[in-house]
């Protein structure tokens, strides 16, 4: 009902000021499991990829979480080597995956 009161401009603000939320989201959790040293600016940064990409939040995230799962994988593979055993600190390595995946869905619409 309160939404009906507000301007069309005051609307608008309001649901370009949530766009980006769920990948923030997402970015934080990937920075608390893999131990990354700066979060404000790995979130700097993939909101950064995603508005370069043309690609839609959602399938932004799903390549995020893409990104996850190649860089545990890798982990625990013994490729990534920044950090102790057990305390790897692979956030440079994710964004890295990531940009691959961007690179190779972008590759893919074409």
């Known amino acids: 009902m309160a939404e009906g009161r507000l301007s069309r401009r005051t609307r608008s603000r309001r649901r370009t000021s949530r766009a980006g939320s769920l990948l923030a989201v997402a970015a934080k959790g990937a920075g ?3 131990r990354d040293d700066d979060p404000d600016r790995t979130i700097k940064v993939v909101l950064h990829l995603w508005w370069n990409s ?3 939040e959602r399938r ?3 390549l995020l979480q ?4 190649i860089t545990k994988a890798r982990i625990v ?3 990534v080597q920044v950090g102790e055993p057990g305390r ?7 964004l890295a995956v990531l940009r ?3 690179a190779q869905s972008a590759e893919g619409r074409r």
């Open 88 to 94: 790897r600190r692979a956030m440079p390595y994710l």
């Open 100 to 102: 691959q995946l961007l």
């Open 54 to 56: 043309s690609f839609a």
């Open 60 to 62: 932004f995230c799903d």
């Open 77 to 79: 593979g013994s490729q």
């Open 66 to 69: 893409e990104a996850r799962t």
């Open 32 to 34: 608390g499991e893999f």
